[in-house]
């Protein structure tokens, strides 16, 4: 792939820099976090960390406050958590343990972290097609089988934003001998979480379910994700990888934000409310608008499809300071295809204006 082509979005030093302007000038719907600042309270509880000399000591390495912070939050056992540096770091860790299984199942278009981390052992895959013509319908079932015995799930899907059922998912335990889910976007659907799999973790030693703190408090900067899966599997991860992955203040904060259920009850709620009533709003809107077509999502992201493609819409976005997802790194996305974060209805305004003005 042509190294020019990024594939994440948020990468707004380097946006900044190529464009000539500060950071704080750019409206960054590349990379699909909520549109907030993180709570305040996490800032509090940050400084608290501080003050605890969370800066000077070394991180406990077991994280142990951590994981039953996270197993009480869950109503599992502390040893099927393991936290990790991010999602991202997990993703790796399930893909050593994919390569003993043999061939891992991707699905195109999908998120490229699986790939880098399958790369990353020379583990090999293969992938499988999801037809580009899907329904409001949420959740929906899978419409794809692997035909090798790993399969990785995104759920819900990154880039389409499809919520897929749980029973859908359910069914390739019985078939594969290793199922991955990752559910980095799980917590920000409403109702999503009646579709997660992690009830099935403490009977299905071949599921490994990822999830993330990142987009659902805006805080990928901090990097704190968690993998569920068998105590055993985690252990030997645990075994494998560097002594302390998650620095202290990002466990204080983890211990912090799991432990404190008004703040996050309080918190996911305003996050359904805004995604429930500005989601809608912002798909009816962009399918208005001539010369693209919308894709409905159950997330915080849309995908849209131009005729001819997109890329000089891209390109005129960003010098209004707008920045949305490049999809030509998704495997049977291109050129013809953009990805925009949900904003505020301010941001969302702005980002519908430019795209009319520029589509004129
Ligand atoms: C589907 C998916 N999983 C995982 C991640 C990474 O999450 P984290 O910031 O926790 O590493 C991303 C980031 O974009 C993502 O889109």
């Not at 990928?220 to 645990?238: C, E, H, T």
């Amino acid at each position: 792939m042509n190294s020019n082509i990024p594939i994440h979005g948020g990468n707004i030093t380097e946006e900044a820099r190529r464009l000539g302007v500060k950071q704080s000038q750019l409206l960054d719907a590349s990379a699909s976090l909520v549109p907030f600042p993180p709570p305040k309270r996490l800032r509090r509880y940050l400084f608290q960390a501080l003050l605890n000399n969370s800066l000077r000591n070394y991180p406990d390495c077991n994280y142990q406050n951590l994981r039953n912070a996270i197993a009480a939050f869950h109503g599992i056992e502390p040893s099927m958590v393991l936290p990790g540096n991010g999602a991202a770091e997990l993703i790796t860790w399930s893909a050593r343990n994919a390569i003993e299984k043999g061939v891992s199942t991707l699905v195109a278009p999908g998120f490229h972290d699986y790939e880098r981390a399958l790369n990353c052992w020379e583990g090999k895959y293969i992938y499988v097609n999801l037809p580009l013509n899907w329904s409001c319908l949420s959740p929906q079932d899978i419409p794809f089988s692997p035909s090798t015995n790993v399969i990785w799930i995104t759920n819900p899907h990154n880039p389409t934003g499809q919520l897929w059922s749980r029973a859908s998912i359910e069914r390739l335990l019985t078939i594969c001998d290793l199922v991955i889910c990752d559910e980095a976007f799980l917590s920000l659907v409403p109702h999503g979480e009646s579709q997660s799999l992690i009830p099935l973790a403490k009977d299905n030693e071949n599921l490994i379910v990822i999830r993330s703190l990142t987009k659902l408090f805006a805080i990928a900067g901090l990097r704190l994700g968690y993998a569920i899966s068998s105590a055993k599997r985690l252990q030997q991860w645990q075994s494998w990888r560097d002594p302390w992955p998650l620095n202290g203040l990002a466990s204080a904060a983890g211990i912090a934000l799991m432990r404190d259920k008004d703040l996050s009850k309080q918190w996911t709620s305003k996050i359904h409310k805004w995604l429930q009533k500005e989601g809608p709003w912002m798909y009816n809107k962009l399918e208005m608008i001539s010369g693209i077509k919308a894709y409905p999502s159950s997330t915080n992201f849309y995908l849209i499809e131009g005729k001819e493609s997109l890329l000089n819409l891209q390109s005129d976005l960003n010098k209004r300071n707008i920045l949305v997802r490049d999809c030509r790194s998704f495997h049977n996305l291109g050129e013809n295809w953009l990805r925009i974060s949900l904003q505020t209805k301010k941001n969302n305004l702005r980002i519908l204006s430019a795209i009319k003005t520029i589509l004129k």
